[in-house]
Each structure stands twice: as C-alpha cells, then as structure tokens.
C-alpha cells in the first residue's frame, strides 16, 4: 500500500499562485498515474489533473491553463503549480496515486488532503 502525503497548502491572496506537492511511500512498486482531487464545501469531490508515466497529462476544463501538474518519477512525487487561483479553488486537496503492484494487480491510493484557502 502506498502512503501519500500531500504538502504546500495554505492561505493566498487572489491571483496569486500556490504549489502543491505529494510524497509517495511504503510500497512502491511501480506508480503509473498521480493526480489531485478537490472539494470544496457543499460539493463532491472532483477530478483536478493528472500525470502518467509517460508524462501525458490531463486537466479539469476549470483549470485549463492555470494549473500545471508535473511528476518527479526518481522521487515519487507529484506537484501542481497553481496559478491565478480564485476563491473558487478554495477547498481540500488530496493527492491519488495508482500503481500495478503485480503485472495483474493494481491499487490506488488518496493522501489525507492539504487545505487551500483563495482569499478575495
């Protein structure tokens, strides 16, 4: 099982930017896909972005061109430079990682979320 930590939270000013970074641990076989998941207050959680192995990414249509998501593979990391944030972002944000521990067996795994607060 892998342990994810999520870190970078915390309080901004609108427009400004924020980066989030999440640590991988414990049983790493081989980590495919990273991404990050949000929610906010009184909304379900939702997809932000991720990053596979082969550095192909995908993003939420609301955060196209503001957030970039990138992975350090030799770390088992994950971060997200998020830029032009609005209160809107406002919410916890947690860290999803998915690996093959096997050639037939696949986990995924969520770390404990960091808040961020977008202050108008």
Known sequence: QVQLVESGGGLVQAGGPLRLACAASGSIFSIVAM???????VMQPGFVATANSGHATNYADSVKGRFTIYRDNAKNMVFMQMNSLTPEDTAVYYCKARQYTT?????EDWGKGTQVIVSS
């Open 35 to 41: 991404g990050w998941y949000r929610q906010a207050l």
């Open 103 to 107: 050639p037939r067996a696949w986990d």
